[in-house]
């Protein structure tokens, strides 16, 4: 499963990038990110040369060069935020997170740290793996994302973030599932009850709901407690009265508990 934001990431950042007057030199190969004392004004445009050739970790290395060089010059905490973005367009995301940790440590009021704190919440979405795999990523997306939201709610990079919260969640339900569906594979009841009453209760507006509710209601009567069973199915007959999910779960109780 893959989520891509690059357009929006793009466009947000675009009013950074405005190259300082003076000499535009760079450009010209590798020698250019090597270390060599140079004025901020050759290095920030040899940077931003990079930047516009797609050569985004050079174009990070460059940016670096800028703060370390000119620590105190006025384009320092503009180089900083620029490093991070190459480094994401690299999709080198651990640099761009780090990159990204450091302005907001050194400038937290800044205007510009909600843009600092969306780019690591989105190194962190565009990592997310298949729902196959270890979901500390994604984990680590959503509460990125929330932290945004939190501290920044009524910004452009918050609105994104809500979007992104809602792909999040249903991710994180899909591989509860999944736990789920393996342990009823293994007739191991108790689990799956664990797993699918963990969607219904942490995920309950994702679309995975419906089918765990039906799969609680079959968990239910492997254990021989059909009365919980009922309230599973009473609840997505509820909820959802036309659903796949809620005509299998009906037939269940109809032939698998006794008459009341």
């Not at 196959?132 to 959503?142: E, H, N, P, Y």
């Not at 919260?165 to 999944?178: F, P, Q």
């Not at 569906?181 to 219904?200: E, P």
């Not at 709901?209 to 239910?220: D, F, M």
Request: glycine letters at 4%; one cysteine or more.
């Amino acid at each position: 499963m893959r989520f891509m934001s690059r357009p929006l990431a793009i466009g947000l950042v675009a009013g950074l990038s405005l190259a300082v007057t003076g000499c535009a030199s760079g450009g010209k190969g590798k020698a250019d990110t090597s270390y060599v004392a140079r004025d901020v004004d050759t290095l920030y445009n040899a940077a931003k040369i990079r930047l516009d050739r797609k050569q985004y970790k050079q174009a990070a290395i460059l940016f670096d060069e800028v703060e370390r060089q000119h620590p105190y010059s006025a384009w320092a905490r503009r180089a900083q935020l620029m490093s991070a973005f190459s480094y994401y367009l690299a999709r080198s995301y651990p640099e761009s997170i780090q990159s990204s940790q450091r302005f907001l440590s050194i400038h937290p009021g800044n205007k510009d740290a909600p843009y600092a704190l969306y780019l690591i919440a989105i190194d962190y979405y565009e990592q997310i793996q298949d729902i196959t795999r270890d979901q500390k990523i994604t984990s680590q997306a959503l509460d990125a994302l929330g932290e945004l939201i939190r501290r920044y709610p009524d910004t452009q990079y918050a609105a994104d973030a809500r979007l992104k919260i809602d792909l999040v969640r249903d991710h994180l339900a899909g591989k509860e599932m999944e736990i789920g569906r393996l342990y009823q594979r293994r007739a191991d009841w108790l689990a799956s009850v664990i797993r699918f009453r963990k969607v219904i209760v942490d995920y309950d507006t994702t679309s995975h709901v419906p089918e765990a509710l039906e799969r609680l209601t079959e968990s239910y009567l492997a254990l021989g407690v059909p009365e919980e069973a009922r309230k599973s199915a009473a609840v997505l007959g509820a909820n959802y009265p036309g659903s796949e999910w809620y005509e299998r779960a009906y037939k269940l109780i109809q032939t698998k508990t006794p008459k009341v």
